[in-house]
T-cell receptor, first 113, second 113 residues
Framework: DVKVTQSSRYLVKRTGEKVFLECVQDMDHENMFWYRQDPGLGLRLIYFSYDVKMKEKGDIPEGYSVSREKKERFSLILESASTNQTSMYLC????????????FGPGTRLTVL | GNSVTQMEGPVTLSEEAFLTINCTYTATGYPSLFWYVQYPGEGLQLLLKATKADDKGSNKGFEATYRKETTSFHLEKGSVQVSDSAVYFCALSDPGGSYIPTFGRGTSLIVHP
């Protein structure tokens, strides 16, 4: 069974902390994505990666960075967490083509106090 | 640019009622179209897709037809169940662009017994 896993389902951090969200896929997919999901706003793309060590900014990259050192792993980093980064974070992966579906992880609900 | 517009929710139905969730899109090329479903507490998963005009995607009793002339991909189900309560996302992937999917904001469906 294909799988995208995220390191935590729930996370509580304090303002100013550095936060790491990890995502691992076991499908040998080229593309990986980080989204945040907020009520009324749907999914917003933070960053994506189409290959190891490659990354591109999405719609809302400010306050975030990413790392992809291995094909199966894509990390989202909040350098200095702020309360407005409280959200649900979803990781996804896909093959290369435009007809290829995305596979999503279960999400990490991050609360920044 | 590309965009996806979905009807706002929540949509509230009784069990066995007919469901339609409207989705229209704007794209520069000939996109692939998707419906994803998000059950409570989970990530998104693909429900169905269509890759060219007049294609019909179907799964679990849900159907959607790719209508190029009306740029629509409406989701339908003849008889909903309580277990269909979820958030439904329409999405497109444009091969003329970057292959990054564009998502609608999601439509919440609540089915009462």
């Amino acid at each position: 069974d294909v799988k995208v896993t995220q390191s935590s389902r729930y996370l509580v951090k304090r303002t100013g902390e550095k936060v790491f969200l990890e995502c691992v896929q076991d499908m040998d997919h080229e593309n990986m994505f980080w989204y945040r999901q907020d009520p009324g706003l749907g999914l917003r793309l933070i960053y994506f990666s189409y290959d190891v060590k490659m990354k591109e900014k999405g719609d809302i990259p400010e306050g975030y960075s990413v790392s992809r050192e291995k094909k199966e792993r894509f990390s989202l980093i909040l350098e200095s967490a702020s309360t407005n980064q409280t959200s649900m974070y979803l990781c996804a992966s896909s093959l290369q083509g435009p007809t290829d579906e995305q596979f999503f992880g279960p999400g990490t609900r991050l609360t920044v106090l | 640019g590309n965009s996806v517009t979905q009807m706002e929710g929540p949509v509230t139905l009784s069990e066995e009622a007919f469901l339609t969730i409207n989705c229209t899109y704007t794209a520069t090329g000939y996109p692939s179209l998707f419906w994803y479903v998000q059950y409570p507490g989970e990530g998104l998963q693909l429900l169905l897709k269509a890759t060219k005009a007049d294609d019909k995607g179907s799964n679990k009793g849900f159907e959607a037809t790719y209508r190029k002339e009306t740029t629509s991909f409406h989701l339908e189900k003849g008889s909903v169940q309580v277990s269909d309560s979820a958030v439904y996302f329409c999405a497109l992937s444009d091969p003329g662009g970057s292959y990054i999917p564009t998502f609608g904001r999601g439509t919440s469906l609540i089915v009462h017994p």
